[in-house]
């Protein structure tokens, strides 16, 4: 098993935004579908399972996101 290797960043060194590569794909990624209908999942689907930020974020095509303190 090769050895874990662990980096500790300070404060100032922590990432502030998250890349987003669907920014930088050639076609948008197709939207997940709702397991019982079929069709492309709406942000109410999803807001029993998560905050709507973490919602915003998964369907932005923004190239950067900030991170959420």
Do not use: C
Request: proline share 19%; net charge negative.
């Amino acid at each position: 098993m090769p050895e874990t290797i662990k980096y500790v960043l300070s404060e100032d060194q922590m990432p502030t935004a998250w890349y987003n590569i669907q920014a930088d794909l050639p076609t948008p990624l197709p939207p997940p579908l709702h397991p019982a209908t079929h069709q492309p999942l709406g942000p109410h689907d999803l807001a029993p399972l998560f905050p709507m930020e973490l919602i915003k974020q998964e369907v932005s095509q923004e190239r950067t996101i900030d991170i959420p303190e």
